[in-house]
């Protein structure tokens, strides 16, 4: 029979000394608290052959292992840590916001403006926001509504005195205040010319200048009519850019004359003629269609049809039939016309002459130059002062259409009288 294994020192087999091993193994499992399979391993080779095999010590299995890996780890303290720097990152946002509605508002970079000079021209009665309009537009400040909200800050916004300034590029806020609360110097004179006036209807208005305004406009040193397709001998009606104009007292008329010719050329500059040349016309004709709106049109967004109005009559070999160019032949700008005046043979006459008058009727402005370049796109041939339009008029495409508009207005103005019945 054969003999078991040889007892070893210390009193124990190797056999118990395993399974007490693995009995501290199962204990320190258990007080972990964790929620493993255990399996019973098979006996080693040491024990086969045992007299009494011990009980199997609980082990951990691969997959409760691969399971464990899986298991998700608990929200630890990261997520205050994360709310803080998203705080933080609001409240940095919110500081670079303020720093730059600060500095955009009260621009202290910026001062008394760079760049060349600036010609600026604040008509009386102009709003802030039509002021600020203005400065934006020409480059001296660079925000119209920061320059409101600082105005209104400051308390400068009923103190904005109205004249022709020299102001610089890319003014302050603060600097364009002070030079619009100081106002123009004493010693100056604002002459305020209206758009669409003729030659004669401005004389009067430069009377505190030296010289004779009609012979002054007749022909000016180195400007030239025929540059833009004028006829020989034309005059400078039509050139004169109506505005509002500063020079100090004693200047002689032909100063205005050259602003006035200079700030035509800067304008006409902006125009695009390519629609007008496409119809043969020249930038001299452009200029008589202008005049002949600024004249017509009582309400701005009518420019455009009404000089739809003249091209489609020119296409349609109709005459113009416009009361405004016998107006300009007789100086008779404010009463009814009478029928001799009707009747004038003047080539001016756009009753009995087919076609543009020979020249212009006046000094238009901006907005009709630009509207008697690029027309509405219409089929209107005829227009009538609207009753109670305040200015506006009614349009028609047939003449029947526009006899009906005439005789509304002709029963109106019989109903009060022989006034007009275009205000209500």
């Given at each position: 029979?054969?003999?078991?294994?040889?007892?070893?020192?210390?009193?124990?087999?190797?056999?118990?000394r395993e399974a007490a091993r693995r009995e501290r193994n199962a204990r320190r499992i258990a007080r972990s608290g964790a929620d493993l399979r255990v399996e019973p391993e098979p006996l080693s080779e040491r024990s086969v052959g045992a007299s009494a095999p011990t009980a199997a010590a609980p082990v951990v299995s691969d997959g409760a292992r691969?399971?464990?890996?899986?298991?998700?780890?608990?929200?630890?303290?990261?997520?205050?840590?994360?709310?803080?720097?998203?705080?933080?990152?609001?409240?940095?946002?919110?500081?670079?916001?303020?720093?730059?509605?600060?500095?955009?508002?009260?621009?202290?970079?910026?001062?008394?403006?760079?760049?060349?000079?600036?010609?600026?021209?604040?008509?009386?009665?102009?709003?802030?926001?039509?002021?600020?309009?203005?400065?934006?537009?020409?480059?001296?400040?660079?925000?119209?509504?920061?320059?409101?909200?600082?105005?209104?800050?400051?308390?400068?916004?009923?103190?904005?005195?109205?004249?022709?300034?020299?102001?610089?590029?890319?003014?302050?806020?603060?600097?364009?205040?002070?030079?619009?609360?100081?106002?123009?110097?004493?010693?100056?004179?604002?002459?305020?010319?209206?758009?669409?006036?003729?030659?004669?209807?401005?004389?009067?208005?430069?009377?505190?200048?030296?010289?004779?305004?009609?012979?002054?406009?007749?022909?000016?040193?180195?400007?030239?009519?025929?540059?833009?397709?004028?006829?020989?001998?034309?005059?400078?009606?039509?050139?004169?850019?109506?505005?509002?104009?500063?020079?100090?007292?004693?200047?002689?008329?032909?100063?205005?004359?050259?602003?006035?010719?200079?700030?035509?050329?800067?304008?006409?500059?902006?125009?695009?003629?390519?629609?007008?040349?496409?119809?043969?016309?020249?930038?001299?004709?452009?200029?008589?269609?202008a005049s002949l709106i600024d004249r017509e049109a009582a309400v701005a967004n009518e420019r455009p049809i009404i000089a739809s109005v003249i091209y489609n009559r020119l296409r349609n070999n109709i005459s113009l039939?416009?009361?405004?160019?016998?107006?300009?032949?007789?100086?008779?700008?404010?009463?009814?016309?009478?029928?001799?005046?009707?009747?004038?043979?003047?080539?001016?006459?756009?009753?009995?002459?087919?076609?543009?008058?020979?020249?212009?009727?006046?000094?238009?402005?901006?907005?009709?130059?630009?509207?008697?370049?690029?027309?509405?796109?219409?089929?209107?041939?005829?227009?009538?002062?609207?009753?109670?339009?305040?200015?506006?008029?009614?349009?028609?495409?047939?003449?029947?259409?526009?006899?009906?508009?005439?005789?509304?207005?002709?029963?109106?103005?019989?109903?009060?009288?022989?006034?007009?019945?275009?205000?209500?």
């Amino acid at each position: 029979m054969s003999q078991g294994p040889p007892p070893v020192p210390g009193g124990r087999t190797p056999e118990e000394r395993e399974a007490a091993r693995r009995e501290r193994n199962a204990r320190r499992i258990a007080r972990s608290g964790a929620d493993l399979r255990v399996e019973p391993e098979p006996l080693s080779e040491r024990s086969v052959g045992a007299s009494a095999p011990t009980a199997a010590a609980p082990v951990v299995s691969d997959g409760a292992r691969r399971r464990a890996r899986r298991r998700p780890r608990a929200a630890g303290p990261s997520h205050p840590r994360r709310g803080r720097l998203l705080a933080a990152g609001i409240a940095l946002a919110f500081l670079v916001a303020a720093a730059w509605f600060a500095i955009s508002l009260f621009q202290p970079f910026k001062g008394e403006g760079e760049g060349r000079a600036i010609r600026v021209s604040i008509p009386r009665g102009a709003s802030l926001g039509g002021i600020a309009d203005i400065l934006e537009d020409n480059g001296v400040i660079s925000s119209s509504g920061f320059f409101q909200l600082r105005a209104r800050l400051s308390g400068a916004s009923e103190d904005l005195k109205p004249g022709s300034y020299e102001l610089r590029e890319d003014m302050s806020f603060s600097a364009a205040l002070d030079e619009l609360k100081k106002g123009v110097p004493p010693n100056v004179v604002i002459i305020s010319i209206p758009e669409g006036r003729s030659r004669r209807e401005v004389a009067p208005l430069v009377k505190r200048l030296d010289g004779n305004y009609m012979r002054a406009t007749r022909r000016a040193r180195g400007f030239n009519p025929r540059e833009y397709r004028a006829p020989r001998g034309a005059t400078l009606e039509g050139f004169l850019f109506p505005a509002t104009y500063e020079l100090k007292k004693g200047q002689p008329v032909k100063r205005l004359v050259r602003e006035q010719l200079a700030a035509f050329e800067r304008n006409f500059r902006k125009v695009d003629l390519k629609f007008a040349r496409t119809k043969n016309l020249t930038p001299y004709d452009v200029l008589i269609i202008a005049s002949l709106i600024d004249r017509e049109a009582a309400v701005a967004n009518e420019r455009p049809i009404i000089a739809s109005v003249i091209y489609n009559r020119l296409r349609n070999n109709i005459s113009l039939g416009i009361d405004a160019t016998v107006r300009f032949i007789t100086g008779n700008w404010t009463q009814p016309l009478r029928q001799s005046e009707l009747a004038n043979p003047s080539p001016y006459n756009t009753r009995i002459h087919q076609g543009l008058p020979p020249g212009p009727i006046g000094n238009p402005g901006l907005a009709s130059i630009k509207a008697a370049a690029h027309p509405a796109r219409t089929r209107y041939l005829f227009y009538v002062a609207a009753v109670c339009g305040n200015g506006k008029h009614r349009f028609a495409k047939t003449d029947a259409e526009f006899q009906g508009y005439v005789d509304e207005y002709n029963r109106e103005r019989d109903k009060r009288g022989g006034r007009s019945p275009t205000e209500c």
